[in-house]
């Protein structure tokens, strides 16, 4: 990635934004592959370079993944209805639990087996929306195709649901350069809790002390709330490469009700068709190029902001429809 914006910008299918609090970067992606990443500030002079992007780059779609610490999960029941009925009381709820926010999303994981069978809903919200809004503002401004606006835990479930052994229980632990640290529970591959952690600049201080104390923090905290079963041991998966994950490994001690997994993120990126070999142990690139690569359902935005990309799909149908009437 790079920090200043070059004059002309290559042409490509469709591109990815990964946000966090204090960088936006860019990703293309372009015949299966990432191509050209561009790295804005989040200040003024950084919103300016990035309209400038936007003027000079065709008008392909666009989605936004977010990684910030202002986002909210909230585990809750509602009754197990459909339809209009469903909507009404997720949108109260909503409006309960996150009053000052308009990104919420609500993730319909199961049901209760006894009473009144409920539905277990995970309820996730943006609580600061001023940390996305400017963009988007500059997104509407150009009328690009927003295709929708993801959380990075969604990028990391699907990554934990490509491992060849499910576990019941699994906290991923990943490092993102423009982020932080985010740590992931999930219980039967749904999402419980999940919490990103600012970490030093890299090569200033030594991570692997501070993962360490960072997962202790959270297990101690899924413990409290009681989040983890008892039934089966916690997974812990590290994502990262080279002489980080030998350390991390150092530190850790296998038991019965705990085992530690170390994955180098350029195993992974291979796995995964990515051709740029990994050579930090952040998971920026692999994860966007995961995303890119698969059709995630949308999360937080609204069906106003991604008008201009549904508007192209239907384009794009009746093109097709017409391309068949008249061959036929």
């Known amino acids: 990635m790079i920090s200043s914006l070059k004059l002309k910008f290559d042409i490509f ?8 609090a204090d960088k936006l970067a860019v990703y293309h992606w372009h015949r299966g592959e990432l191509g050209t990443s561009y790295l804005f500030d989040i200040d003024e002079q950084g919103q300016a370079n990035f309209e400038r992007y936007l003027q000079e780059t065709p008008n392909t779609p666009l989605s936004i993944v977010v990684d910030v ?13 459909f339809g209009p009925d469903r909507r009404a009381i997720i949108e109260r709820k909503q409006s309960r639990l996150f009053r000052n926010s308009t990104y919420c999303h609500a993730d319909i994981q199961d049901r209760d ?8 809903v995970l309820f996730m919200s943006l609580s600061n929306p001023g940390v996305i809004r400017p963009w988007l503002r500059l997104v509407e401004k150009y009328k690009v195709p927003l295709a929708g606006i993801y959380s990075l835990t969604s990028v990391i479930r699907s990554v934990l649901e490509t491992l060849p052994d499910q ?25 419980r809790v999940s919490r990103l952690a ?27 709330m009681r989040l983890v079963s008892q039934d089966e041991p ?3 998966y590290f994502l990262a490469n080279g002489e980080l994950l030998d350390e991390l490994k150092s530190l850790q001690t296998d038991s019965a009700r705990m085992r530690h997994h170390m994955l180098d993120i350029d195993i992974l990126a291979r ?20 995303f ?15 008008r201009y990309y549904q508007m192209r799909r239907i384009r794009h149908v009746l093109n097709s429809i017409s391309m068949a009437m008249l061959l036929g």
């Open 113 to 120: 087996v006894t009473g009144r069978k409920d539905d277990n």
């Open 198 to 224: 600012k970490m030093p600049r890299f090569g200033t201080s030594p991570y692997p002390a501070k993962i360490a104390s960072e997962v202790e923090k959270i297990h101690r905290y899924m413990n409290s």
């Open 69 to 81: 610490i202002e986002e909210e999960y909230r585990m809750d029941t509602i009754p197990h209805v």
């Open 292 to 306: 890119l690569k698969r059709n995630m359902p949308n999360c937080y935005a609204s069906g106003t902001e991604t």
């Open 13 to 20: 299918n469709r591109r990815a934004v990964f946000l966090s």
């Open 167 to 191: 576990p019941v229980n699994a906290l991923v632990v990943s490092l993102q350069s423009i982020s932080g640290l985010r740590q992931t529970y999930f219980y039967k591959k749904k999402l």
């Open 234 to 236: 916690l997974d812990i």
């Open 271 to 290: 796995a995964d068709g990515m051709k740029r070999t990994q050579i930090t142990p952040f998971c920026d690139q692999f994860f966007m190029h995961h």
